[in-house]
Nanobody, 123 residues
């Protein structure tokens, strides 16, 4: 099954910026939203930011105005601009493509996840 593909991770000093890119598969019959999640070893994956196809955005409280999510629906791309990064932001960041596909019983909800891109913030 096709997966979204992330890029743009890397290492940056605290206070710096990074921009993460995700190319969604575009294979869903109806895409509902794109988003970014992050995970560190030993902890649950947590939502960072999401954006619906209508442009509604949601951010985690810890973003505190530092990150901005944007999307280009015709190009199946979603971007996470991260500024004022903190060591606590160190994690693997994964792209989510959520929507619906056809199924024998009608439509089925589907979530496609990328493999993740590592962000390391040093103090």
């Amino acid at each position: 099954q096709a997966q979204p593909e992330e890029s743009g991770g890397g290492s940056v000093q605290a206070g710096g910026s990074l921009r993460l890119f995700c190319r969604a598969t575009g294979t869903l019959f109806r895409r509902v939203k794109l988003g970014w999640y992050r995970q560190v070893p030993g902890k649950m994956r947590e939502m960072v930011a999401t954006i619906t196809t209508r442009g509604s955005q949601e951010y985690a409280d810890f973003v505190r105005g530092r990150f901005t999510i944007s999307s280009d629906n015709p190009r199946n791309e979603v971007v996470l601009q991260m500024t004022r990064l903190e060591p606590e932001d160190t994690a693997s960041y994964s792209c989510l493509e959520a929507g619906q596909v056809f199924s024998p019983t009608g439509y089925a909800d589907v979530e496609l996840w990328g493999r993740g891109t590592l962000v390391t913030v040093t103090s």
